[in-house]
């Protein structure tokens, strides 16, 4: 039976994890980059005019 101390490092996990971290922030810089431009070359529509009064008409009918 094996009665030493195991260790194990964590040196590699932490880098994976900064690593993937920056990747991250690099994609979202990226894709709010995107949505910038988007909005600055989006075009100013005029204002729809209000729609013209509707007249309904409501037909009773007769109970028999």
């Known amino acids: 039976m094996n009665k030493e101390q195991l260790e194990m490092g964590l ?3 932490r880098n994976r994890c900064r690593r993937q971290g920056q990747q991250r922030q690099k994609r979202a ?7 910038r431009m988007l909005v600055n070359s989006a075009m100013d529509w005029k ?5 013209r009064p509707e007249q309904t008409y409501l037909t ?4 028999k």
Request: aromatic share 16%.
């Open 11 to 13: 040196g590699n996990a």
């Open 29 to 35: 810089q990226w894709w709010f980059q995107q949505m």
């Open 47 to 51: 204002p729809v005019p209000p729609a």
């Open 60 to 63: 009773l009918s007769r109970g």
